[in-house]
Nanobody
Framework: QVQLVESGGGSVQAGGSLRLSCAASGYTGSMNCMGWFRQAPGKEREGVAAIATVGLTYYTDSVKGRFTISQDTAKRTLYLQMNSLKPEDTGMYYC???????????????WGQGTQVTVSS
């Protein structure tokens, strides 16, 4: 099992930036894919971005050009650089690892506890 701990959330004004981090531990095997998901109050959880071990990346349309997912495999850390933030980006952001297949609609076996992002207008 993989332990995932997110950090970097906070409150920013629209147009601002945040960088989320997700530290993975407790598993020495290869993780084929890691991703970021978010859930706003009253809404379903949605996939934001995912990255495969080989480096392929996937983004939901609403964040393309604004968010960048990356990973440091040596540090076993996942990042999400979020620029030009909008109020609709507000939500709890979760890190996930080890997908059935790499993508935003796949099943992931491991989840973090989440970090809150709040964007005010």
């Amino acid at each position: 099992q993989v332990q995932l701990v997110e950090s970097g959330g906070g409150s920013v004004q629209a147009g601002g930036s945040l960088r989320l981090s997700c530290a993975a531990s407790g598993y020495t095997g290869s993780m084929n894919c890691m991703g970021w998901f978010r859930q706003a109050p009253g809404k379903e959880r949605e996939g934001v971005a995912a990255i495969a071990t080989v480096g392929l990346t996937y983004y939901t349309d609403s964040v393309k050009g604004r968010f960048t997912i990356s990973q440091d495999t040596a540090k076993r850390t996942l990042y999400l650089q979020m620029n030009s933030l909008k109020p609709e980006d507000t939500g709890m952001y979760y890190c996930a690892a080890r997908a059935l297949y790499c993508g935003l609609r796949s099943w992931y076996s491991d989840w973090g506890q989440g970090t809150q992002v709040t964007v005010s207008s």
